[in-house]
């Protein structure tokens, strides 16, 4: 005789866990709103009430179009770059003699602290940006990319050498296929790192995007539409952590992917 089937609790339902945890930092917020009474710190009304204003001030929708467009363009660098890096130092002993090094020195290192240094050499427009975005989105990239390619076994490898397969040929067919879960996962990392180095980038090369918005509204002491702004951020953050992952599971169904986070030695 079977046992009677468990029933589900609202906590194993993902969709009930996240809204019920939406409701309690709201209104954790609204108690600390209230308690501190700061005009600086405006309730979670006041910031919602703020968001049909912004999404309909064509300024406010460019400056957010503006850095979404530059948040990808980095990402894309940075995939173009790190994926091949980390592959071929997970292959190949001299080239991780070579780039361990320096992925050592860059890793510990916040890289929105290179926007200044940037800024001298490429001046405040986006090309700076770009560029300390895909900084910021290749490390994670390249480490998962790593450990993809460290982690295939030998004897896929030796077995297609024995069939004639050369370097290129191996690289497609039995190295990326190998390594994409975990170069997938890296890749979902990155997605919010380039959300982040986008913002405190722009904060810092003040002209226009997102960060330069945040910085405006908080000098003209427009508290509410600095929290609208945030909560926007937050929201665009979360949709594109849930569609990669749904990608990723999808491209990945047919391997348990693995989010070890060892290091590079």
Same mark, same amino acid.
């Given at each position: 005789m ?5 029933p ?5 339902s ?5 809204l019920?945890?939406?409701?309690l930092?709201?209104v954790l917020?609204?108690?600390? &709103?209230?308690?501190?009474? *700061?005009s #600086?710190?405006p =309730?979670?009304?006041?910031a919602l +009430?703020e968001l049909p204003?912004?999404?309909?001030d064509?300024n ?11 948040m990808f ?5 940075a995939l ?13 002993q001299a080239?991780?003699?070579?780039f361990y090094p ?5 890793y ?6 290179l926007m200044p240094?940037l800024m001298?050499?490429?001046?405040l ?5 770009i560029?300390?975005?895909?900084m910021?989105? &290749?490390?994670?990239?390249l *480490?998962? #990319?790593?450990? =993809?390619?460290?982690?295939i076994? +030998?004897k896929?490898?030796?077995?297609a050498?024995?069939?004639?397969m ?15 879960p975990?170069i ?9 790192m380039?959300l ?6 722009e ?7 997102v960060?330069?918005?945040l ?9 509410a539409?600095?929290y609208?702004?945030i909560?926007?951020?937050a ?10 992952e749904?990608?990723?599971?999808y491209l990945t169904?047919?391997?348990e992917s693995s989010g070890?986070?060892s290091?590079?030695h």
């Amino acid at each position: 005789m079977s046992s009677a089937a468990k029933p589900m609790r609202w906590y194993h339902s993902p969709a009930l866990a996240f809204l019920a945890a939406v409701l309690l930092v709201g209104v954790l917020w609204g108690v600390l &709103s209230s308690v501190m009474n *700061f005009s #600086s710190f405006p =309730g979670p009304i006041t910031a919602l +009430k703020e968001l049909p204003t912004i999404v309909l001030d064509p300024n406010a929708v460019w400056a957010i179009a503006q850095s979404v467009g530059r948040m990808f363009a980095g990402y894309a660098w940075a995939l173009l770059f790190a994926i091949p890096l980390g592959l071929a130092m997970g292959r190949s002993q001299a080239m991780y003699d070579i780039f361990y090094p320096l992925v050592s020195l860059a890793y510990p290192m916040p890289k929105a602290a290179l926007m200044p240094i940037l800024m001298l050499w490429f001046g405040l427009g986006s090309f700076s940006k770009i560029l300390v975005i895909a900084m910021g989105v &290749s490390l994670p990239v390249l *480490f998962h #990319s790593y450990q =993809g390619a460290c982690r295939i076994e +030998k004897k896929l490898v030796w077995t297609a050498q024995a069939m004639g397969m050369g370097p290129v040929k191996r690289l497609f067919r039995i190295v990326l296929p190998a390594a994409l879960p975990e170069i997938l996962i890296g890749c979902r990392v990155g997605v919010v790192m380039a959300l982040i180095v986008m913002v405190s980038s722009e904060m810092i090369a003040r002209q226009e995007g997102v960060g330069n918005l945040l910085f405006t509204s908080m000098d003209m002491a427009q508290y509410a539409t600095v929290y609208a702004v945030i909560l926007i951020l937050a929201v665009m953050g979360f949709v594109l952590d849930w569609l990669f992952e749904r990608v990723r599971r999808y491209l990945t169904h047919w391997a348990e992917s693995s989010g070890g986070g060892s290091s590079l030695h």
